[in-house]
């Protein structure tokens, strides 16, 4: 195995403040998903097939939505009190609107929503899901705080007639 060169830290961020004096720390949404879906287009055509490239985009946002709430929410008394923070951190920093619909005992299973996300929101009608990168990113954010494993699927999409995204978690067996 070779070298890791971009084994993700903070510092990978930099001082922003410092390089980008004049245009600061944002920028034009089609800019992320032009950056986004170059990359997947670009991941595709190497790999082969869509879904290799979803898995990537998956497992690229549970290592990014982990680092984020570790960052910028950390570990909350209980689950609620995280899922506020996390709901005010991603809006802070528009990223989405995070919508709890259900919590069931036990956290085995919850329902999240999101709108206004960075990935589809406002896109054409696919046929096909798109927020691989968020599923992933809502695992991330899960395990962190319940230190326990989740799967995560989308089940509802913009990019598939709904106006919305909408994720199932659910914790796996023990």
Known sequence: MTKRVYNFTWDLIG???????????????????????????????????????????????????????????????????????????????????????????????LLLSVEEDLDCSGLPDLDMETCHYDEGFLKGILEYQLECDYSVKEIDCWCLGGRTCRFEARKTAD
């Not at 944002?26 to 990359?39: A, G, K, N, S």
């Not at 595709?44 to 879904?51: F, N, R, T, V």
């Open 15 to 109: 001082n922003i403040e410092e390089g980008r004096p004049t245009l600061g720390n944002e920028t034009r949404l089609e800019v992320y998903r032009l950056f986004q879906f170059t990359i997947r287009d670009v991941l595709e055509q190497k790999l082969g097939s869509k879904e290799e490239a979803d898995k990537i985009f998956f497992e690229a946002g549970k290592l990014s939505g982990r680092q984020f709430v570790e960052k910028f929410v950390g570990k909350q008394n209980s689950i609620y009190e995280f899922l506020s923070l996390v709901q005010k951190k991603l809006e802070e920093f528009k990223i989405g609107i995070l919508r709890i619909e259900e919590v069931t005992d036990g956290n085995m299973r």
